[in-house]
């Protein structure tokens, strides 16, 4: 059973970073593309961020310049590195790879 465990959010002022991680419980995680996806209240689940197994990112216009995403094949783990935070980007983040979804985990941008 793949299991996917995020960590890294909370709370943060306007302008703030934070650093989401995403461990995957599965094997031949370097072969597969692993992204972001975010859900903020009565809105549809957005794609953020998405790296291929080659390391090519591709991000949603609305966090280019301020979240990078990275992986690291020896630990399992795909990051988010959240810069400049913004109060719209408060949402759930949760991290997807294969047809595997994280728990989530809750980023609020509020001062």
């Known amino acids: 059973q793949v299991q996917l465990v995020e960590s890294g959010g909370g709370l943060v002022q306007p302008g703030g970073s934070l650093r989401l991680s995403c461990a995957a419980s599965?094997?031949?995680?370097?072969?597969?593309?692993a992204a972001w996806y975010r859900q903020a209240p009565g809105k549809q689940r957005e794609l953020v961020a998405r790296?291929?197994?080659?390391?090519?990112?591709t991000y949603t216009d609305s966090v280019k310049g301020r979240f990078t995403i990275s992986r690291d094949n020896a630990k399992n783990t795909v990051y988010l590195q959240m810069n400049s935070l913004k109060f719209e980007d408060t949402a759930v983040y949760y991290c997807?790879?294969?047809?595997?979804w994280g728990q989530g985990t809750q980023v609020t941008v509020s001062s």
């Open positions: 997807l790879w294969r047809i595997y």
């Open positions: 599965g094997t031949l995680f370097s072969i597969y593309t």
């Open positions: 790296i291929s197994s080659g390391g090519t990112t």
